[in-house]
């Protein structure tokens, strides 16, 4: 039995046929209410359903490096205090990011040694090989510096470093560096030299105190550049790789991040580096393991049959010049993300000064390793590589006291000697003598 409220509900107020009408329109809508209403539910029952996946995957997605990172915890904040304990009057507490990287591992074992504070941070990508990276990790890790595996795109991470530690510079070095990898996959660009930068700044913008920051830059910003030697104020608005470009558009981001945050920034052009503990895939790594292997190498050669040449430039001149830019490098001037002044900003070579021809720079690993190397000289392919690098560095002299002092020759002969310490000589590959 219907209640009186049903009653009144559902009963006409007035009698007649528009009543009529009205009471079988009033059922009609209310049919088609109730299936409306049902298909309501279930369509935001489908909605909500498609949003907690979306963000069950994007959380899986971003998650799972961090759940590889594995960041966090009481002992894990213990051991990052520990690492950037300062050991000297005076001395720096360093966020080094990819220390796990050649240059990173280089850095930071020369700072810790002279009793600045290193924390490190890399992501252990497997761009090249892991293991060496995880080799350089245990080596910094018997110096007492401690590396936090993570990603300079994990804005969390990088927030809870800065609380518990004030920073008072940064080092980062962390990229995808490789300049014809490029092309294979250029969005590892974007992630690391775009994203992870904007990332790393808008953390240090936010810290307080802030830090000044260290940052890599490339030779490879001179691009299509034909004026030699390069100087920093030449045009560097041609660049010939996705590389060089990122690298580029983190000069101008920095230069923003200086201009309304008041960071300090050091950019520096590093010249293909080379030395101990150096990436594979790099050319004179990859060219000592081949000929080593008795497989063929392949040399690019320019128009005209005419020969690419580098600035080839030795690891422990570079981190002197990583080293003296840290040291002269001023505070920033912001605080809680707002500028109180103007910050210093500033780009320099650091370069060799004295370029070397590939078929030079093979002759000489061929002289080291005491192996004829197999080539075969093909033409430059149109992959992102230019002619040559030639280092203006008055600058780096004039402001770090910047001054290289390994040739090419001493470089690789230090490099060969730590090569066949780490990996020997290929055993059962015999090779083959002069
Ligand atoms: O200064 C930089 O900013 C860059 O330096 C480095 O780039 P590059 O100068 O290109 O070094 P690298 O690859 O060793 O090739 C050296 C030479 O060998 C030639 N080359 C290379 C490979 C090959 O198979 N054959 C060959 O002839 C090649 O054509 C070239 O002429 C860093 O990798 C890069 O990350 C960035 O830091």
């Known amino acids: 039995m219907p209640s009186k409220a049903e009653q009144e509900l559902f009963l006409p107020s007035t009698p007649g046929k528009f009543k009529d009408k009205s009471h079988s329109m009033h059922r009609q809508?209310?049919?088609?209410?109730?299936?409306?209403?049902?298909?309501?539910?279930?369509?935001?029952?489908?909605?909500?359903?498609?949003?907690?996946?979306?963000?069950?995957?994007?959380?899986?997605?971003?998650?799972?490096?961090?759940?590889?990172?594995?960041?966090?915890?009481?002992?894990?904040?213990?051991?990052?205090?520990?690492?950037?304990?300062?050991?000297?009057?005076?001395?720096?507490?360093?966020?080094?990011?990819?220390?796990?990287?050649?240059?990173?591992?280089?850095?930071?074992?020369?700072?810790?040694?002279?009793?600045?504070?290193?924390?490190?941070?890399d992501n252990f990508n497997n761009y090249y090989d892991p293991s060496l990276k995880k080799a350089r990790k245990h080596l910094l890790n018997s110096h007492n510096i401690f590396i936090v595996e993570g990603d300079v795109n994990d804005a969390r991470m990088l927030a809870k470093l800065f609380e518990i530690v004030r920073f008072t510079h940064v080092m980062h070095l962390a990229a995808q560096a490789g300049v014809r990898y490029a092309m294979e996959n250029p969005q590892s660009y974007v992630h690391s030299n775009i994203a992870g930068l904007v990332t790393l700044l808008e953390s240090c913008k936010a810290a307080n105190p802030q830090p000044a920051i260290v940052w890599a830059s490339s030779s490879s910003v001179y691009g299509l550049n034909e004026k030699v030697p390069f100087s920093e104020s030449d045009r560097t608005d041609r660049p010939a790789s996705l590389y060089a470009a990122t690298k580029k558009a983190g000069e101008e981001i920095t230069h923003t991040y200086n201009h309304i945050y008041g960071?300090?920034?050091?950019?520096?052009?590093?010249?293909?580096?080379?030395g101990p503990w150096g990436r594979p895939d790099m050319a004179y790594f990859s060219f000592t393991r081949n000929i080593l292997q008795g497989k063929p190498i392949t040399v690019y050669r320019g128009k005209d049959r005419v020969d690419l040449a580098r600035d080839f430039t030795?690891?422990?001149?570079?981190?002197k010049g990583c080293v003296a830019s840290l040291d002269t490098a001023k505070k920033s001037t912001g605080s809680g993300g707002k500028k109180r002044g103007p910050a210093q900003y500033r780009i320099f070579n650091l370069g060799n000064t004295s370029p070397v021809t590939v078929p030079m720079m093979v002759n000489m690993l061929e002289k080291q390793l005491k192996v004829k190397a197999k080539k075969n000289v093909v033409t430059m392919p149109g992959n992102g590589d230019v002619p040559f690098t030639h280092a203006n560095i008055s600058s780096a002299r004039r402001e770090l006291g910047y001054k290289p002092t390994t040739d090419l020759q001493t470089g690789l002969k230090k490099f060969v000697r730590w090569y066949l310490a780490y990996y020997g000589y290929n055993p059962g590959k015999p090779v083959k003598l002069f």
């Open 314 to 319: 030795y690891i422990d001149d570079i981190v």
């Open 263 to 274: 960071l300090s920034i050091t950019g520096l052009r590093f010249f293909t580096v080379y």
């Open 29 to 121: 809508f209310h049919r088609c209410f109730a299936s409306t209403s049902t298909m309501f539910l279930w369509a935001l029952f489908l909605v909500a359903l498609t949003a907690a996946y979306l963000s069950f995957q994007s959380f899986v997605d971003s998650g799972s490096k961090y759940f590889s990172a594995a960041w966090g915890g009481v002992q894990w904040e213990k051991n990052v205090r520990a690492s950037a304990q300062i050991h000297r009057h005076n001395g720096a507490a360093v966020l080094v990011t990819g220390a796990a990287g050649f240059v990173g591992s280089h850095v930071s074992l020369a700072l810790k040694k002279r009793g600045d504070g290193v924390v490190g941070l």
